[in-house]
Structure formats: C-alpha cells, structure tokens
C-alpha cells in the first residue's frame, strides 16, 4: 500500500504508523463529561469503506495526515495535513 | 530409442560443454541448457517419483510449471530441495539429485503405494487418520501421531539444516512501464514504451528473452524469431532509461501497483563474484504495468497420462528448437487443438518420426490435415487416446474412436508403437498477477479459458496473457500496451511481418477420457480425475473446497497446469457450466520464494546496533553488554572470576560507600523549544512545569489519555522557552511520537517544536558521597558546591576542555550528578571524569548496578509502568497537579482506576535469604502442589548491598494496605517458593538525606 | 563563556572506518564512501506562514537561496540546506560554531533552532553506483529527474531514519542518528562490496 505523503510524495505503508480514528473529537480539557471522554478514548468507527484515519508518516517528515482509505480496497481517496485540517475548532 | 541431441540447431552454445552430476551420475550438456534439456539429451527420462503413490515421473514441461521434474541442488551443505529441473541452467560442478525416492529413483520402495490405489483416494488421510473417538489417541491426536510416519512416505524435498551462507539482497526500484515477460508481446512493449522515452523494467523468469520466440520456428522481419528477439533485446540494452532483468520472476502484485520479483543473480554460476548476492528481491514501484506473461499449455486428462515420456507438446517443441533435443524418435501427439501440429511438423523438421496426431475432434481443417501430412503423420481425427504403456519410459500406446460431444469411446482400441507421447489439451493465459491484483477471471468459452479480469490497477495486458494466442497479435497488442502504458501516440512505424503455422486458437472442449485407469489432473499432488468426482459425491461442491480436500492445485506449482482441467472435471460433475462453478483466486507467490530473500540484508543479528558514544570504552574496560531495545549498555564491568551477582553487589556498594559513575546516554532526550513551551509541558505532564525556573529541572510524570501513567522522566528548563525533556530508554520513541501526535492533530495552534536530541548528548551520571568532589576536581568555568548546584539544578562548564552541562539529580538515591556533553566528546569527557575519580576509588557500574540501586530507592520502570498501573497505584499521586487539566486528569479518577484492593507497588524482602525472581507470584497461603490466588507479581530483583538480603519491588492486591505483613512468594514454572515480608517500595533512605547531601 | 578551541570530536564509525579499496574493487571502485564530519548541522523550524522569513534568514546567514518547494535544497560545497519537513530544513556547514551565527536571526517569532552538529553523522557516498547501492536501503526514486541537485528527502532504513540530499549528480549526503551511525556504516560498505568501493 503506498500512502501519498502531501509533503514527501508516494511512500510505502511501513513509513507510517496508524495513529487511530479520525473522527473521534477530543473534549474540552477542562472537561468533566466523563461520557465524552470515554467516547473519545474507547469508541471506534468501523466501517466497511470509506474511513477517515491519522496516519503518520513517522519515518519520513513526522508528519501526522488525515487520509480517507477504503477499508474493503485499501484505495486511498485523500490525504492531507492533520495540522490545519477541518474541525479545527472544537481542540483548545 | 532414447531421447537424444540433434545435430544441429537449438540455441545452445555446441562448443562449450558443461559437466555436472544428477543422483551422482556425471553427465555432460552445453551453455543454454537447463538442467532437464541437460539429461534430456543424456537419455534420462525418469525424473522423479510422484507425491503419493510414487509412480516414476519424467519431464511434463520446459518452463515453470513442471510439476513432475523437482530436484534439489547442493551446494557445499546447503541443499535447495523442490526446484523444477526446467528452471535450472547447468553449470560447470552442479550437483543435483531427485526426490522422493527411497533407496533410488530407479528402485523405489515406496513405489507400493501405486497397489494400494483405490485406498490413498482424496481425503484418504483425513478419514482414515482420524481416530476413535475415545482414548489417548482420539480423533485429531491419532493423524498427529501418524502424520508422522505418512510425511516420511508421502512428500517432496528436503530442506537442509545447513545455515545458509548466501547474501540475499533487496533492491528499491521505480519505474514508469514495468513489462513482464518477454516474448513479442513484452518485447514490443518494453521497445514501444522505451522509445517514448519511458523508464522501463523488462522482467522474464527466463535465462533468456524471447519467449515462445526462441522456440516457436517462426519468422519475424523475415528472420527467425529467435534472432528478432535477441536483435531487439540488443536495441533496448542501449538505452539509458531500460533495466533488463532476466532470471526476475514477478511473483507478487499488490496495492499501489507495487510489485515483488525474485531475481536469480547466482544461482546459475560457479561462483558467485565478490559480495555478489544469490538472489535480488525487487521491490518495484511501477506507474503501469504491461502483463506480457503469455499462457500455458493444458495437459488432457487420460489413464496413464503421467507415464515418463508424455509430454506438453509445446515443450517437446521447444526442447527441439530451444535446446537442440528430442524428446523420442517415434512421436505420436493428442490434441483437442490446431497448435499440436505447428509442434508435430517442428519435431519432425528437427529429425523424429511422427507416428500418429490423436485429435478428439472429428472434423479437423484442412490447413491441419496439411500440416500433418508435411510431418508425414498418421491423422487419426475423432479419436482418443485411452492408454500408455511402459515402465520408466513409455512404449507405445492406445487409441479409440471418440465423439467429441458426447465423450464416448466406440471401437476397437488400436495399438500405437511411440516412445513420446505430446500432448496439447488447449492454452490457458497465464492470468495469475492479473488476479493478484484484482477482480476475478471470466471465463471465454470459445478459448475455453479464464481470460483476465477488468483491470482494477494501472496494469495493460497484451500478447497471450488477454488471449490472443497467435505472434501477429501479440506483436501489435504489445506495441500498443508499450504505447499507452508510456503515454504515448507518436506515428507508428509498420508492425513486424510474423510468418507462422496457421491455426485456429479454440480447442474443443474436451478436457477427459474417460476410460479405465489412473487419469492424473495434478501431476505434482497425484490428483485423479476419480479423486475429484469422489469429492463432489462425498459433498464438497464449492471450488474452495474441492481444492482443500483434495489438495488439487495446492502443490509448489499451485495448480498451473491442473486448475482448468480440474475445474472442468469438477462442472461435469456437478452439471453446471465452468463460469458457474468459478476459480479460485490467485495469491502470491507466483512461484516459491526464498525466505533468505525475503530476510534480504536483515541477516545475523537482524536489528541495528544503537551504540551509546562512549561504548569502545566500554568494551575495552570489560564491561560485559547487554541489548536494551536497539541499544547496548553495560550490564556489568566484571573482574576476573567474579559473578554477575557479585560484581554488581560491588559496584553498587562502591557507589554507595564512594562514588560510580554509569553510561546514561541511552536515556530518551527530547528538545521542547518555543514560545508555548511551558504551556505545553503543563498540559503533557500531570505536575507543573511553567513554574519551573530557568537553570532548574523537575521530575515528570506523564499519563495516557484513559488515564493511566505512561512515562517518566526529568525536564530541564534551559531558557524562557527551551526544555529539555529527558523519558526512559525504552519509552523514548512512543513519547517523542506522543508529543508530536498532540502538538499535529490535537493543539495545532500552539507554537512548540520537539524534536529527538538523544543522540546530541553523552551523558554520564556519577554518584556517591564523593560524586560533589570528584566534579569540583575536573570541572572549571563553575562552582558545583551546594549554592551553585543544588538539588535539580543545572550548571554550565567545563571539563577536559569542552562544555558540559551538569544537572544534579539522583536515580541510585546518592548525592549525583548527571554530566552531558556533546556525543564527539563523550569519551573525552567520561575519561577525564575516571581520571579525576581515581583517587576517590571511583567505579564504574554497568545497568545491573543502576537497577539494584534503584530497587533500594523504589522508583519506577519500564516494569512497573507497565500500561496497567496508575500514578495512584505507584504512589506518584502527589504529582497529579488539581490546578489544571492534563492528558489523562479527566478519565484517572474512574472507579476502576481507584479501587482499593488494585495492583500497588510495594517492596518485598525474601525471609528465607534466597534469590527472588521476576515475573514470581505473591500468594498468602503456600500451597506447592496447587499454587493459586495470586496476589500480584514481582516486577523487579536484586541482592540488595545495603541491606544485606534479596528484595524485589512488586505490584499486590491492596499493597499499601500490607506494609509489614507476611505472604509466601510462589513462582512454580522455577520452582521457587519461600516466606517473604511485604514492606514500603522506600527500601533504603526513605526521607532521602543522602541525595540532599 | 569565551569561545575557545575545541578538542576533535570523535567519529562513531571509527573502529569500523578503514580508508582504502574493498569488496569486488579488481574491476574498478564504482563507489566511494566518507563521513564528511561537518562541524555544524542544525534543523531550523519556522511556525506555520513563518517560513519565507525563516528561508531569507537562511539566505542571509549561509548565502544559500533555497529553491521552492518541498524538499527543495541547494549547497556550495562548504554549505549545505534542504527542507525535510513541512517548514523545517537541516543546515550544514564545515565550520563549527554555525548555531551562535543562526541564534539571533531566528527569533521566537520565527521558529526554533536546533543544534544537532553531533547528533547526527553525515555519510557521503558517490559514484557511478551510488544509486545502485542506496536502492539497496530507502524505498525512494534516486533517479535524477525524481530527485534533483541538491534535494532533500526523509526516509528510513528499517529503524534508522535517514535525511538525505543529493549534493551532485552521483552524490549522496546521508545524516543519520549518531547512535545508528556505525551500524548503518557497516551495512552501507557490505552493500557497496558488489559494486567495489573505496572508503576516503
């Protein structure tokens, strides 16, 4: 599987590691919603297709991305810097 | 007669003659041939004996997918069991010899099993081997007892126990046209694409290029196909922008149109040349893939089809044309197609009689009848061939009138006198990468074959491999894949001008003869036509279980020749048509792959070495080295005659009664710089740093997000916004990507770089009550009394003349130090700090010393953070901050995380004054015979000097509860139980005067 | 604290550094491998729209004009810059003391400096081969046009990681952790006996 890095270009997979879930929301630090924190520490998407996921190119630029992969093909519709990304708000 | 050479033709080197040996015999050959050519043209017919039943086996194919003819090659110890005698080229000294034979191919005692035919049936192994269902031996444990015994009978090669000495190598390669194979097809498309001035990759399995041209006879530009190659292989070995890799099986396709290929570098050498490796593993990246890899021909389906000297036609006319040798003298061929007579007429020009051609079709064209009498052979149109006889070579056979349609056999059976067999049961595109990479085959029921899929990656096919079987259109396909996989559309030059034999590419579709005897589909797993219809009579109806149960397709060729004829066998049976019934997807690898090329350059000790600066010095000061993740430490500097125990008790008395100094450079170093540094470092670590002053360090506690403790370590503050993050030695990679995760994705509006310094610093910490007078005797440029440096303060000097930067901190529990000076210096600076020690009786301790030490004090590890425990649970509580939120604060405080009767550490003292283990259970009540209800766990050991007995720290049910109690250690796998004392984790020094100085 | 001179520092390949021909060289030596033992290697990082002040600070210290792009780089001999990672680059120079130049031009508002001069150790190989035998390591494209003059890349050998720059046609500048130095050395020259290799 290569991984288009928006920085070093097409790399191969083992340059990166799976860093979890794109979609989880981390609360407010301060936040005492234990409910929300357990969502965000324990609860997955799992689907069978598109799937956001952080991915970071840790041996190559170190990079965290945000890249869009097919779990059923593997295909890789995006990639894009996790810093500066969407939903920026919301992370204190 | 025999097989023999011919006079003249083939494209072997006549003047270079080549010695080797098989099963000990010496033989001779020319350069060009392989190893089956080789004996071939010796006479030898009988190759091997079967898989199962041991029948004699003699050569089926010329390429890659002989299934009958497996040596295995020795060189020197190392012997290389199951490679195809096709795929090996002679060299002077080769040594080779068959399988699966006991005493002697020749003589074969295993050769028994042939009786015992109707018994070793499909699932044979399964139903008998099962078992009782009672007993000792029941069910799967009886076949685990027998499976033994069936192995030794029942098998192929052996793989040797020899360590390999080969160098195996992975290559990285790019490109933007990967051709594979290279008949006309590949040829034309690697030629097309090459002259657009692509980067092109031309791959073939094969010694040579060429492909069927170098045997098909036939002529392109109006020279023979053969020499067309070799001219256009000359043309693109010109270019800059082509790689040739012959001998370079593709064996794997996988996402991102990345591809796996074996080159054989050596293997067809004497001598491999200086640092020279056996085999090239190749990664390659490519932008387009053409799949030139063309087809094989389908062995038919008839009693006795195994007998040595039944061939595929197409080998027996490329041992002919290749290689200069006939398969017999008195050739008779059977074919449900046009292309057995292209090789009857090749056979015959090359010097054989053609005794007959069998074709199971009644109306065969005139363009056929033609060439079958320009080979003079009998035509016997509507018939079938129903036996063979004779013993390690075949005799003759018989044949009888046949209907196409029906499948019945009418009339009498006619006697045939040959001592060759040829057999051409249609061609099968060689689909298997296609495959690999994507969407399942269709089958084409006028080529009765399975085509390749839809493209679901940047490949192009062309040539054979889409089906097209005839040169003229893998010439013009080739050219256009090249084309287009290069991106190009220039003006086209006419194609090459191809004159071949004439024939019609659809075989009829007959696939079996039904008639009395052993029919074989897979050759190599002794697979028969019955042991498939048992298999759907006993139930097994889909594809993927036909295969499992009767292990059709699954032997080292994996069904190259037996996958259609299988699948065929199997639809009839179950009375739907052959698309119905599906195929079963291709994996990699192609062919079998080397595991020493897969290990490629990770040989010996498989993992790089991490070498701290100063460890030349250790080694030549007898430290003994231990291998801590990547890294290597000291365990011990041991002297003469001494234990580990005890030179570890006196290096940690030393430092004790004195002064030691230990390597810490291993110790995760991480630079925190910029203006929300602080601010940063508050929200990472449970306790504060933004009050941290500058010139000042503090101890560190990190959390995961559920709330658990992650990490520890030191943090220097050496300016407004520049930290100086210290984390263990195991834990230095997952906390630098922690932080950059955090910094990435979580704050990306905080303005702070981290970046890894381990390597930046050597470090060394020197500790004891004369550590302080030690570094006032070497250090200039500062004062390291009490005022300057006290505790957790850094200071900024000199020693041996390079900078250091000293902060004073202590892990062993004495008044330390811990000194850091660039990396170059380390050495310089450890020595001068011995030199100084000298007089003081320094000594150096290694990491079993330091762990001793730190059990004494109680501090945590590795082994005690161990993704389990809570800051609670180690009694860190008091640096968790209540002043601000951090990573963990809002899930640690969960009921689990602060039950009372969780794992805690505490210290343990052994009662009976013997050796602790870790990993040794605390158990309340003693009870050998049964050990149970553990307590916790021993995470850490030692002979503690300062107190004079064995201690362990450990993690107990409720510990904090149990300071002062009894318990029993019970560690069963080692035999060890024994009273113990449960106290405080504080072993030694509690209130810490001895560090405060 | 008064600059003075500085002792030598220590190579990490040194036991296993022999200058002098290897492995198949009876044909010719198709590479020749060095440690080029800079005396300043430093990452610069500038924040986020920051990094066109960070670039003209460089210019202005080093006297290197770094070209667009990622990975884009350039060296003179003496010195050399390329960007690894968004909006961080490696500097290098054979002189030491680069970091105290470096200091007051990049102020907090621009980013952060890093000296890593004895952190990392900086393998130079050359040569007909040189791509040849870095293919052997690094999933990259060393062809020239995928890998221009004076561009850098960051990538890794199994657990080393690896920046590197191509500082001629057939050059290569490899810096990589101090602590692998002198495993990756010793991998580096049994890969390059194939192809003969000298070691300067």
């Known amino acids: 599987m290569l991984i288009t890095c928006p920085y070093c270009g097409p790399r191969d997979v083992i340059e990166f590691t799976y860093q979890g879930d794109g979609n989880r929301e981390r609360p407010q630090p301060a936040s005492q919603d234990l409910d929300a924190w357990t969502a965000y520490v324990y609860d997955r998407l799992n689907p069978a297709g598109d799937h956001n996921e952080i991915w970071q190119h840790s041996g190559g630029c170190r990079a965290h991305l945000r890249v869009v992969r097919n779990t059923l093909t593997h295909e890789i519709r995006s990639t894009t810097f996790a810093r500066g990304g969407h939903k920026a708000e919301g992370r204190s | ?192 694409a090459a002259d657009q001035g692509a980067r092109v990759i031309l791959a073939d399995l094969e010694a040579n290029f060429g492909g069927s041209a170098n045997w098909s006879g036939e002529t392109i530009d109006g020279m023979p196909a053969a020499d067309w190659a070799q001219r256009t292989v000359g043309q693109l070995a010109g270019n800059d922008n082509v790689r040739l890799l012959p001998r370079t099986t593709v064996w794997g396709y996988y996402d991102g149109n990345t591809l796996a290929a074996l080159e054989r570098v050596t293997d067809h050498k004497e001598v491999a040349a200086k640092g020279e490796p056996r085999q090239r593993y190749w990664a390659i990246r490519a932008g387009t893939v053409v799949l030139a890899t063309g087809s094989f021909e389908r062995p038919l389906v008839f009693p006795g089809n195994d007998r040595p000297g039944v061939m595929l036609a197409h080998a027996a006319e490329r041992y002919a044309n ?78 009888q009138r046949f209907d196409a349609t029906s499948g019945a056999l009418s009339g009498d059976e006619r006697s045939i006198h040959a001592d060759s067999l040829l057999m051409s049961g249609g061609w099968s595109p060689t689909i298997h990468l296609a495959s690999q990479a994507g969407a399942k085959a269709e089958w084409d029921p006028a080529r009765q074959a399975f085509l390749p899929p839809k493209p679901t990656q940047r490949w192009i096919g062309a040539g054979a491999f889409t089906g097209s079987f005839s040169t003229v259109e893998a010439i013009a396909e080739g050219r256009a894949a090249g084309l287009q996989a290069a991106g190009g559309s220039a003006p086209l030059a006419s194609l090459p001008f191809v004159e071949a034999a004439p024939g019609d590419p659809d075989p009829a579709p007959v696939f079996e003869i039904k008639a009395k005897g052993k029919s074989f589909v897979d050759f190599q797993h002794d697979v028969t036509a019955e042991d498939v219809r048992l298999a759907h009579r006993e139930g097994f109806v889909s594809v993927e279980h036909l295969k499992r149960y009767t292990t059709l397709g699954m032997a080292t060729d994996q069904g190259k020749n037996s996958n259609v004829p299988g699948l065929a066998i199997m639809a009839e049976a179950l009375g739907k048509p052959i698309p119905e019934v599906g195929t079963t997807r291709f994996r990699p690898p192609y062919t079998a792959v080397s595991i020493g090329s897969l290990a490629a350059e990770r040989f010996g000790d498989l993992k790089p070495e991490r070498l701290t600066p100063m460890h030349d010095w250790h080694i030549a000061n007898g430290a003994r080295m231990y291998s801590a993740g990547l890294w290597y430490r000291p365990m011990i500097y041991g002297l003469p005659g001494e234990t ?17 100094i230990v390597d810490v450079s291993t110790l995760g170093k991480i630079a925190v710089q910029g203006p929300d540094a602080a601010e940063f470092l508050d929200r990472v670590y449970t306790n504060m740093f933004s009050t941290l002053a500058v010139g000042k360090a503090r101890y560190g506690l990190m959390l995961r997000e559920d709330g658990l403790a992650f990490d520890d370590g030191t943090t220097w503050r050496l300016g407004e916004q520049e930290f100086l993050m210290t984390t263990t030695t195991a834990n230095a990679g997952k906390v630098m990507q922690h932080l950059e995760y955090f910094l990435d994705v979580i704050w990306p509006e905080l303005k702070v770089t981290v970046t890894s310094v381990t390597d930046e610093w050597a470090g060394a910490a020197i500790g004891g009550p004369n550590a302080r007078a030690i570094l006032a005797s070497c250090v200039t440029g500062t004062a390291v009394d009490n005022t300057t440096l006290p505790f957790m303060g850094i200071v900024h000097g000199r020693i041996a003349g390079v900078p250091v930067m000293i902060c004073r901190l202590s892990f062993s529990g004495e008044m330390a130090f811990e000194v850091y000076s660039g990396a170059g210096y380390g050495t310089r600076v450890w020595e001068a700090l011995i030199e100084a020690g000298k007089p003081f009786g320094l000594v150096t301790y290694g990491l079993e010393a330091l762990g001793t030490m730190r059990i004494e004090k109680g501090h945590v590890t590795g082994a005690e953070i161990d993704g389990r425990t809570t800051a609670r649970d180690l009694h860190l509580d008091w640096m968790l901050s209540k002043k601000k939120p951090f990573i963990g604060s809002a899930m640690m405080d969960r009921e689990g995380l602060i039950a009372s009767d969780r794992l805690q550490l505490v210290g343990v003292v052994a009662l009976d004054n013997r050796p602790l283990n870790g990993g040794g259970h605390v158990v309340e009540a003693l009870d050998e015979a049964n050990p149970h209800d553990s307590l916790g766990h021993i995470t850490a050991c030692c002979y503690s000097p300062a107190l004079g007995k064995y201690i362990a720290l450990a993690l107990v049910k409720g510990g904090k509860a149990r300071h002062g109690t009894r318990a029993f250690v019970s560690d069963p796998l080692r035999n060890r139980f024994g009273p113990i004392e449960i106290v405080s984790n504080h072993f030694y020094d509690p209130d810490g005067s001895r560090m405060h100085g | 604290m008064a600059e003075q001179q500085l002792p030598e520092r220590q190579s990490p390949l040194e036991p296993e550094y022999h200058p002098g021909s290897h492995g198949n060289f009876e044909h010719g030596v198709d590479v020749i491998l060095s440690e080029t033992r800079p005396g300043s290697i430093l990452q610069l990082a500038a924040w986020p729209g920051e990094e066109k002040r960070l670039i003209e600070a460089i210019r202005k210290v080093t006297g290197l004009a770094l070209p667009d792009g990622a990975g884009g780089g350039v060296s003179n001999g003496a010195r050399a810059v390329f960007g690894f990672a968004p909006g961080k680059f490696t500097v290098v120079d054979e002189a030491e003391g680069l970091a105290s130049t470096f200091a007051g031009v990049i102020t907090p508002a621009i980013g952060t400096l890093t000296d890593l001069s004895h952190g990392r150790t900086a393998i130079r190989i050359a040569g007909p081969k040189a791509e040849w035998v870095m293919a052997k390591f690094f999933a990259i494209d060393f062809a020239l046009p995928a890998f221009p003059l004076g561009a850098g890349r960051s990538t890794n050998h199994h657990d080393i990681f690896a920046q590197i720059q191509r500082s001629g046609a057939d050059q290569f500048d490899i810096y990589v952790f101090r602590s692998f130095a002198r495993s990756f050395w010793k991998a580096l020259c049994h890969a390059s006996e194939e192809v003969g290799y000298e070691v300067q």
């Open chain 2, 644 to 660: 580990v125990e005890q030179a570890y008790v006196r290096e940690a008395r030393a430092t004790r009664e004195s002064a030691g």
């Open chain 2, 322 to 399: 290749e290689y200069g040798v006939l398969p017999g003298q008195r050739i008779a061929l059977f074919t449900n197609n046009d292309s057995a007579y292209r090789s009857a007429l090749a056979l015959k020009k090359a010097g054989a009689a053609i005794v007959a051609i069998i074709d199971v079709r009644g109306d065969v064209s005139n363009e056929m009848r033609k060439l079958a009498s320009e080979a003079e052979a009998e035509l016997l149109a509507g018939h079938a061939v129903v036996a063979t006889e004779g013993g390690k070579a075949l005799t003759g056979l018989n044949a």
């Open chain 2, 1 to 192: 007669m025999s097989p023999r050479r011919t006079e003249t033709g083939g494209r072997i080197d006549r003047l270079r003659t080549i010695r080797f040996t098989f099963d000990g015999a010496t033989y001779t050959g020319h350069a060009g041939d392989t190893l089956a050519s080789a004996l071939l043209a010796n006479g030898v017919t009988l190759f091997g004996r079967s898989f199962k039943y041991h029948r004699p086996r003699g050569l089926l194919a010329a390429g890659v997918e002989e299934p009958n003819a497996l040596v295995t090659v020795l060189r020197g110890e190392v012997r290389e069991p199951n490679i195809a005698a096709t795929m090996v080229e002679i060299y002077d000294g080769l040594v080779a010899v068959s399988q699966n034979r006991t005493p002697s191919l020749a003589w074969d005692i295993g050769a028994i099993n042939q009786l015992g035919g109707k018994i070793l049936s499909a699932g044979f192994y399964y139903k008998t081997f099962m078992g009782p269902v009672i007993g000792p031996l029941k069910g799967t444990r009886f076949w685990m007892f027998c499976e033994h015994f069936i192995r030794r009978a029942a098998g192929l090669g052996k793989a040797g126990t020899a360590p390999d000495p080969s160098r195996y190598e992975r290559m990285n390669a790019f490109c933007d046209v990967l051709v594979v194979g290279s008949g006309p097809a590949g040829l034309m498309a690697a030629k097309a």
